[in-house]
């Protein structure tokens, strides 16, 4: 399951959460190792912007709280559905109108 998350942190000081922030990349590091994440990107100022694939949504979830853990934040989840399997629903669907 592929889940688009963007990160809102809370608004502290830049300077009272540096050390947090550092451990976030180490902590995302082990999820792109292992392909649960697939992308990551910082977003302008504060915040982040990750692609995850998770097996459930109790695997976002756990992430998610980890996350949290680290740098406390708003988290928007997008459910997206992959470029292949949209091409074969589209093909699919063509196919049982004809």
Request: charged share 20%; proline share 6%.
């Amino acid at each position: 399951m592929l889940f688009l998350v963007v990160s809102t942190p809370r608004p502290e000081r830049p300077s009272e959460v540096a050390a947090a922030r550092q451990s976030f990349w180490p902590w995302i590091a082990s999820y792109r190792d292992k392909n649960i994440c697939r992308h990551i990107y910082a977003r302008t100022g504060r915040g982040a912007v990750a692609v995850f694939d998770v097996e459930s949504n109790n695997d976002l979830h756990r992430i998610l709280n980890e996350w949290a853990d680290i740098i406390p934040a708003h988290f928007d989840t997008y459910p997206l559905v992959d470029a292949e399997a949209t091409a074969q629903l589209l093909a699919a669907q063509a196919a049982a109108k004809t």
